[in-house]
């Protein structure tokens, strides 16, 4: 969603402005009228983009005939709003490689750091901005609007009195403690039992006081953000450590009763598709070899920017590889209507040319650039140390 602005053009900012001034301001209702009118939206042009490409898109999860239904022809709803996507700021512990600033406020102090003593890159970044990172405009933003105690308490009240359905996004929400304080919050308030609670977390952290808040809630999910195995993950999320992942899974699991559920969510990439059959492996695994109300897998992180992360600009004859090698374990996969058709999906899209080959040239001579500078001033794993095949394809593109 682009950012709401009133009618003098000035961005709503919760400090100044009320929930009900966004949710009924000229801008939104303009947005729903077009929605309804099958207009294109250009804040929807990524779900677009996944949706012709055959892959499930963000809208696709909501009811929109149900939001229509209740909406006023000027485009305005009198129902307040009792479903929330609620973003802790940006504050995070990982600096994710298809991650950008506005998620992860590590992520522009490292590349700022590396510009200190490497002015040519950090300008190359800022140039190339979407292509490398999703988001350059200020690498050393921090959202912070949290920590104002009077929108804390306005936020903490409203969700209490009003939400019954609330996804909760950082950020990484589990390193805030004004995420743990909103559950302090509303168990005080005894209002948990109203309250189905989506959380998106990259498992590096719990809080023992879930053990008595979870069984309270009316329905719980975890999104795992898990993007492969073992030291893959730790460096698609650095510096996460897949050992603890794996632990925090297992509390999750242990404590689920009959109103928790755990999706796995992997962000679909250059640095992981060819390891894709092993990580749904894993989770059938873990699962117990059953995908159900109460473990899920979903398909809506696929990475289609920053482009570098894309696995559309690898060289052809390493995309038909990794096709192949995923192929071989199609039948595996017959039983399981959920990953069937998806996982079929992304091996035809790994068939097909996006980008012409000066495209693909160019977005390769970028990842080389980007990783190898970040992994240099990181001092640990390489994508060069742990994919030799994708090293060895794009040294032959390139030649």
């Not at 490497?118 to 901005?129: G, P």
């Not at 950020?171 to 302090?184: N, Q, R």
């Not at 993950?233 to 509390?251: A, D, G, H, M, W």
């Amino acid at each position: 969603m682009h950012d709401i602005e009133n009618k003098n053009g000035h961005r709503l900012n919760i400090n100044n402005d009320s929930l009900g001034q966004a949710w009924n301001s000229d801008d939104v209702k303009k947005t729903r009228s077009k929605m309804i009118r099958g207009e294109d939206i250009p804040a929807c042009i990524k779900c677009v983009e996944q949706e012709e490409r055959g892959y499930a898109s963000m809208r696709e999860t909501h009811d929109m005939q149900k939001n229509f239904a209740i909406t006023k022809e000027d485009g305005s709803v009198d129902i307040n709003p009792t479903s929330m996507e609620l973003h802790f700021g940006n504050i995070c512990n990982l600096k994710c490689k298809m991650c950008g600033q506005q998620y992860s406020n590590q992520i522009g102090k490292e590349l700022l750091e590396i510009g200190k003593t490497d002015k040519d890159f950090l300008e190359w970044i800022y140039k190339e901005s979407g292509n490398v990172n999703i988001w350059t405009n200020n690498l050393s933003v921090e959202y912070k609007w949290f920590r104002n105690k009077k929108n804390k308490n306005k936020l903490f009240e409203y969700v209490s009195r009003n939400i019954i359905d609330l996804i909760v996004i950082g950020g990484e929400p589990t390193v805030i403690p004004e995420f743990w304080e909103l559950f302090e919050y509303l168990d005080h308030k005894d209002t948990l039992k109203n309250l189905s609670i989506t959380l998106t977390t990259n498992l590096t952290n719990v809080n023992p006081k879930l053990i008595n808040w979870l069984p309270k809630l009316k329905k719980w999910t975890i999104w795992a953000s898990v993007d492969g195995i073992g030291e893959r993950t730790e460096y698609i999320r650095y510096p996460s450590n897949f050992e603890k992942v794996c632990e925090n899974l297992k509390f999750y699991k242990d404590n689920m009763g009959q109103n928790g559920s755990i999706v796995l969510s992997p962000a679909i990439q250059l640095l992981n598709i060819d390891q894709l059959d092993e990580l749904l492996k894993w989770w059938l695994e873990f699962t117990s070899g059953k995908l159900n109300n109460q473990f899920g897998l979903s398909w809506l992180a696929q990475v289609s920017y920053p482009t570098i992360c894309n696995y559309d600009i690898l060289p052809r004859e390493y995309k038909i590889k990794i096709a192949n090698k995923l192929e071989s374990s199609l039948d595996f996969f017959k039983q399981q209507d959920s990953i069937h058709a998806n996982y079929r999906n992304q091996i035809e899209n790994l068939r097909k040319e996006v980008y012409t080959e000066e495209e693909k040239l160019y977005h390769q001579r970028s990842f080389i650039r980007y990783n190898d500078t970040q992994d240099k001033h990181r001092k640990g794993n390489t994508w060069r140390s742990l994919l030799p095949e994708l090293e060895e394809a794009l040294t032959k593109s390139l030649k």
